[in-house]
């Protein structure tokens, strides 16, 4: 008697169209999407390479937030009303104190020294600024239409990725299958379903968490029937939030640290992540500690909110269970425990992620190339510009805004955003380049080609204006720089190595249509 | 020191245990093993337990290193290494193997 198929052929077939759809319209949206998010795992690393400035060693103990801080307060506000500030806290990876201030006139960033010397503005929005919100905004933020975007492709692709396991017909035989040798076409398909089959727990966890984290703003209709639309008011009520207007009276704060012993005493231990202080200098104040997150998956920060004048704990509530389980699922994807492993493990699949989506672009453009020949179609060209723009363009791009980063003078106006145009112009340029030359086939070599001369750049140039050149990075123990340094030079090693093999499989294929032709 | 040897147990285990169950699969096995005939019976049965012993031992040590939530993560995302790790492997020896015999070794 004949097996039954577990799967049945007309449900592939019914799979395939959405797949298809899904990966070719939106797979380059996605690839941004990846790209950034593998990088934001190491943001604050990226951030220590683009910022020399901040390159210090952490603190050994804590930092006294009425020794250190407050002065930084009183120097940053200049005389003005505050109507509140922020510190975040320096620890091994951010070995800095960043400060916000809300005062009359508008809002004063800086950033400090653990011991409470002020550093001189870092000139670039770095990794934390630029890279990590154009994973999940794009940077369109106005109205959250880029979360909107975001979370819509998110959608598709967790609909790429079940639609792709019922697709694929001899999914247990072939979970090792890689053949890298002969068609071109086959090796892609091998890769294509080996980075998603055997990466699949990760990117289903990776996609999923990734809406649940902004699930009150893309579902917020529960939030809209409960608060009226407020979603201040709900998060204030989720995750220990609090709040009262000024009173109008003053009275003196009262010193901070005793309230950082406070909340360490409730939590049991733990280091402080963040303070944040309301109506400093009224008798209505109030301060919010916040733990760190970095011994925990959950984003679950324990906030302690203490009256600002007497000292007393005003709040200090455990979350719901829903909320509970929403911070724990939003850590997962957020990686901001301390663990070094998980965070290379992170990285990686992320980028398996974007091996998965460029391999699967590459699959149906290597589908149609063989069925329509060498002449291609209008749609074919797109595609073809589309894939090569937003994989080696996009890395063209963000090794670009790199090096503008370290040739730049430090004192340049408007450093920050040149290296914001300078991004998006390389981008643009490559995705120009791509459409003009996508007649035989996107221009992958040469792009490669350039992305491999650039990281090599942006390695030459960090040493040239910092000094702290790979060998040195490691003498002195800047683990970030050398880090990053390593994974440019590795980058450069792996596109030039692709450069060359695309170099060699050119003339290959030149030669085979010269043959058929003679 | 012991964390990182730990730490290395734990990949060892989940490549050695996806490459015992890589080589229950038919195709592999003729492409490296035996060109002609299939891996007995008994052969699988035994690979196939011992892949789950490798992975039962890699989550066990795992768990014990970093704790149940940061254990499991780990092994998760470790096991998935492993299989790249050995898919790598058996393409290259494949590729190897194939060359030899074009070349007609």
């Known amino acids: 008697m004949k097996k039954k198929p577990f799967i049945k052929p007309a449900l592939r077939l019914a799979m395939l169209w959405p797949h298809t ?5 939106l797979g380059g949206l996605l690839m941004v999407i990846f790209f950034m998010g593998s990088l934001s795992v190491f943001a604050p690393e990226i951030d220590r390479w683009m910022m020399p400035s901040t390159r210090l060693e952490a603190p050994d103990g804590p930092v006294s937030l009425d020794q250190a801080v407050r002065p930084l ?3 940053l506000s200049a005389g003005r009303t505050v109507q509140g500030w922020f510190v975040r806290l320096p620890e091994e990876r951010n070995p800095v104190l960043t400060l916000r201030l809300r005062a009359e006139g508008g809002a004063v960033n800086g950033v400090a020294t653990a011991e409470g010397a002020m550093l001189p503005p870092v000139g670039t929005l770095g990794a934390s600024s630029f890279f990590y919100p154009l994973h999940y905004s794009l940077h369109l933020r106005m109205g959250f239409i880029g979360i909107w ?4 492709a998110t959608v598709a692709m967790l609909v790429g990725l079940i639609s792709g396991v019922i697709i694929h017909a ?6 090792f299958t890689f053949r890298s040798w002969g068609q071109t076409r086959r090796s892609v398909l091998d890769l294509h379903n080996l980075t998603g089959v055997l990466a699949l727990p990760f990117h289903l966890m990776i996609s999923f968490t990734g809406v649940v984290i902004i699930a009150p703003i893309v579902l917020p209709s529960g939030v809209n029937a409960l608060y009226g639309g407020g979603i201040e008011g709900f998060y204030n009520d989720a995750i220990g939030g609090f709040d009262r207007p000024r009173a109008g009276v003053v009275a003196p704060l009262a010193p901070l640290d005793p309230m950082v012993a406070e909340a360490r005493r409730l939590w049991g231990g733990g280091k402080v992540g963040y303070v944040q202080v309301l109506h400093p200098g009224d008798a209505a104040a109030y301060v919010r500690v916040s733990r760190s997150t970095e011994d925990r998956i959950s984003l679950n920060n324990e906030p302690v909110v203490f009256d600002g004048v007497t000292g007393a704990v005003l709040k200090h509530a455990p979350l719901g269970p829903v909320v509970a389980a929403q911070r724990f699922l939003s850590g997962l994807h957020i990686v901001a425990f301390h663990h070094w492993s998980l965070r290379w493990l992170y990285f990686l699949l992320g980028l398996s992620g974007c091996a998965l989506i460029g391999s699967g672009l590459l699959c149906w453009l290597e589908k149609r190339r063989a069925a329509h020949g060498v002449r291609a179609g209008v749609g074919w060209r797109v595609v073809a510009a589309m894939s090569c723009a937003t994989t080696v363009g ?3 791009a963000t090794l670009a805004m790199m090096a503008a980063n370290r040739a730049l003078p430090a004192d340049a106006p408007s450093r920050a955003m040149t290296e914001v145009a300078v991004f998006f112009g390389v981008w643009i340029a490559s995705a120009i380049h791509a459409g003009a030359r996508s007649a035989g086939g996107a221009p992958w070599r040469s792009q490669t080609g350039a992305a491999a001369g650039l990281a090599v750049a942006c390695v030459a140039l960090n040493g040239l204006t910092t000094g702290d050149h790979p060998f040195q990075a490691l003498a002195d123990g800047k683990m970030a720089v ?6 440019l030079l590795l980058t450069a090693a792996l596109a030039s190595a692709a450069a060359f093999r695309l170099g060699r499989s050119a003339k290959g294929r030149v030669g085979v249509e010269e043959a058929k032709h003679a | 020191m012991r964390d990182a040897l730990t730490l290395l147990a734990v990949f060892a285990l989940l490549y050695l245990g996806c490459a015992a ?3 229950t699969l038919d195709r592999h096995w003729h492409d490296l093993v035996d060109r002609r005939n299939g891996p007995l019976r008994r052969t699988v049965q035994r690979l196939r337990l011992s892949g789950a012993v490798c992975a039962a031992a890699a989550l066990a040590l795992a768990i014990q290193r970093d704790g149940g939530a940061f254990g499991l993560l780990l092994w998760c995302l470790a096991l998935t290494v492993g299989a790249f790790a050995v898919s790598a492997t ?3 020896r494949t590729a190897q193997l194939r060359g030899a015999q074009l070349r007609g070794d």
Do not use: E
């Open chain 2, 90 to 92: 058996l393409t290259w």
């Open chain 2, 21 to 23: 169950l890589a080589m």
């Open chain 1, 394 to 396: 996009l890395l063209l």
């Open chain 1, 170 to 175: 001899r999914i247990f035989k072939d979970v």
């Open chain 1, 21 to 25: 759809w899904a990966g070719v319209t």
């Open chain 1, 73 to 75: 307060v009183d120097r």
């Open chain 1, 482 to 487: 050398f880090g990053v340094d390593s994974v």
């Open chain 1, 149 to 152: 975007i975001v979370s819509f």
